[in-house]
Nanobody
Framework: QVQLVESGGGLVQAGGSLRLSCAVS????????MGWFRQAPGKEREFVAT????????YYADSVKGRFTISRDNAKNTVYLQMNSVKPEDTAVYYC?????????????????WGQGTQVTVSS
């Protein structure tokens, strides 16, 4: 049974930085793409970033491009989301997800397992 545990969320001032981590167990981590999604209050869950199984392909939502960086450490079964120059509109619960294969997709139906989420709050 796959388990995903996110950490690193919290309260940060606008313009600051935060790094989210997601540790995965119960799955051959290096065989699967990983993604980050977020859901703000009253809004639908949206794509943030994805990385292929090797880390060679990465895609970002336009809203975070140039500010967020996704990375992975296959030896540690962990995926990261480095968030720089955060804005109040980045406030949301952030979820990591395991892809159904090694290809980096931007849509949620291509992800089969999800973490419990970690809250990120950006103050203005």
């Amino acid at each position: 049974q796959v388990q995903l545990v996110e950490s690193g969320g919290g309260l940060v001032q606008a313009g600051g930085s935060l790094r989210l981590s997601c540790a995965v167990s119960g799955r051959t981590f290096s065989s699967y793409a990983m993604g980050w999604f977020r859901q703000a209050p009253g809004k639908e869950r949206e794509f943030v970033a994805t990385i292929s199984r090797s880390g060679g392909s990465k895609y970002y939502a336009d809203s975070v491009k140039g500010r967020f960086t996704i990375s992975r450490d296959n030896a540690k079964n962990t995926v990261y989301l480095q968030m720089n120059s955060v804005k109040p509109e980045d406030t949301a619960v952030y979820y990591c997800a395991v892809g159904r294969n090694g290809v980096a997709f931007t849509t949620s139906q291509n992800y089969g397992s999800w973490g419990q989420g970690t809250q990120v709050t950006v103050s203005s």
